[in-house]
């Protein structure tokens, strides 16, 4: 079945760095969601594309629909420790069900 | 607009035990879905539903889980019976169409003894 990997895994970064993940498939999606989740709660919804080539913002964050459609990638600026979480991604394809990623742990240093 | 409801927030049970995990959707959304998390597998997709009719329930795990959604403000996740290894976070999503964005509730944390 499809499945997705995202990369890196888990990463620790600076107050007020930047902050880029991805998300990669050997199969197509039409649609791709990001999604972030914090100890304790449900994901929620960050960003979502549905056209290849795609890039969209939402505040700090900017995500992009890959051009192959096998990829997407989500990026933060200014990074502030409100960003720790967990990301994770999502695709669909047309008469398929949603395959999430394994996620992106994200911890912020002050 | 009230999200994803989810209840109970925590469940502790023993072996053995029937489970039930509530969810009322977003008002208006007419796909449901029901997921597990696990820091082994992450989270599962087990079933949905679309305009309260189950479409998919190949992720159900064993004969022991069982769904229904009798109304459009209601669905319900049931375990009979429990066992240790059902130990995980169980969530409820909805949307409003196909392959639109999925919404999740906050998740019921279920523990079997």
């Known amino acids: 079945g499809q499945q997705l990997n995202q990369s890196p895994q888990s990463m620790f970064i600076q107050e007020g760095e930047d902050v880029s993940m991805n998300c990669t498939s050997s199969s197509i999606f039409n649609t791709w969601l990001w999604y972030k989740q914090d100890p304790g709660e449900g994901p929620v919804l960050l960003i979502a594309?549905?056209?290849?080539?795609e890039l969209t913002s939402n505040g700090r964050l900017t995500a992009q629909f890959g051009i192959t459609r096998k990829d997407s990638f989500l990026n933060i600026s200014a990074s502030i420790p409100s960003d720790v979480g967990i990301y994770f991604c999502a695709g669909y394809l047309y008469g398929q069900n949603f395959v999430f990623g394994p996620g992106t742990r994200l911890s912020v240093l002050p | 607009d009230a999200g994803v409801i989810q209840s109970p927030r925590h469940e502790v049970t023993e072996m053995g035990q029937e489970v039930t995990l509530r969810c009322k959707p977003i008002?208006?959304?007419?796909?449901l879905f029901w997921y597990r998390q696990t820091m082994m597998r992450g989270l599962e997709l087990l079933i949905y539903?679309?305009?309260?009719?189950?479409?998919?329930d190949s992720g159900m795990p064993e004969d022991r889980f069982s769904a229904k959604m009798p109304n459009a403000s209601f669905s319900t996740l049931k375990i009979q019976p429990s066992e240790p290894r059902d130990s995980a976070v169980y969530f409820c999503?909805?949307?409003?169409?196909?392959?639109?964005?999925?919404?999740f509730g906050p998740g019921t944390r279920l523990t079997v003894l």
């Open positions: 999503a909805t949307g409003a169409g196909e392959g639109n964005e999925q919404f």
């Open positions: 008002s208006g959304h007419d796909y």
């Open positions: 594309l549905y056209k290849a080539g």
């Open positions: 539903f679309n305009n309260n009719v189950p479409i998919d």
